[in-house]
T-cell receptor, first 113, second 114 residues
Framework: AQKITQTQPGMFVQEKEAVTLDCTYD???????LFWYKQPSSGEMIFLIY??????QNATEGRYSLNFQKARKSANLVISASQLGDSAMYFC??????????FGTGTKLQVIP | DGGITQSPKYLFRKEGQNVTLSCEQN?????MYWYRQDPGQGLRLIYY???????QKGDIAEGYSVSREKKESFPLTVTSAQKNPTAFYLC?????????????FGDGTRLSIL
């Protein structure tokens, strides 16, 4: 079985500040991948960042970085220099057992001017 | 441009009726997925397919059926056995069988009960 947990239903952050969105996971598959997606109010899913279970370094993509702590089974997303356009739902997802991809319940981020 | 096309955008179902949601991709992706999203909730996996003529149940497959007769098409049928079908349905695909590539998503279908 595999499970993704996002414990923050909602978060507020001041514009230009950094914010961390939490994600913990559980799987018995030693080979897995972790993804973060953004879903604006329009409903589209936008891929942000990927981390493989065997990757030695934390993934970074522009203002997004993934704080991967394998022993703690956590894969937190860090958004630096928040912008108003970052207001959206954010989902953590895990691919394990070959191609099964499951999602967490999401965190609603609101950026305050 | 390549992408995933879901149709229709809005769909209404009468009690006891089966309805089929279309998902077509021209990205030449091997894997395809169907998810259900309830308001304010995450995505729950219904079915997924790695190759043509093969598919696996996800976490909430009861009341749903799929087929994968062509690489580019992965239709989802919501049967009358699904008692609470009102939700937003998202189709996705990924380019390879290793699963290291991100999923590409369609724009979704909103299904409601009449």
């Amino acid at each position: 079985a595999q499970k993704i947990t996002q414990t923050q239903p909602g978060m507020f952050v001041q514009e230009k500040e950094a914010v961390t969105l939490d994600c913990t996971y559980d799987t018995s598959d030693p080979s897995y991948g972790l993804f973060w997606y953004k879903q604006p109010s329009s409903g589209e899913m936008i891929f942000l960042i990927y981390q493989g279970s065997y990757d030695q370094q934390n993934a970074t993509e522009g203002r997004y970085s993934l704080n991967f702590q394998k022993a703690r089974k956590s894969a937190n997303l860090v958004i630096s220099a928040s912008q108003l356009g970052d207001s959206a739902m954010y989902f953590c997802a895990m691919r394990a057992f070959y191609l099964k991809v499951t999602f967490g319940t999401g965190t609603k981020l609101q950026v305050i001017p | 441009d390549g992408g995933i096309t879901q149709s229709p955008k809005y769909l209404f179902r009468k009690e006891g009726q089966n309805v089929t949601l279309s998902c077509e991709q021209n990205l030449n992706h091997d894997a395809m997925y169907w998810y259900r999203q309830d308001p304010g909730q995450g995505l729950r996996l219904i079915y997924y397919s790695q190759i043509v003529n093969d598919f696996q149940k996800g976490d909430i497959a009861e009341g749903y059926s799929v087929s994968r007769e062509k690489k580019e098409s992965f239709p989802l049928t919501v049967t009358s056995a699904q008692k609470n079908p009102t939700a937003f349905y998202l189709c996705a695909s990924s380019p390879d069988r290793t699963g290291n590539q991100p999923q590409h998503f369609g724009d979704g279908t909103r299904l409601s009960i009449l």
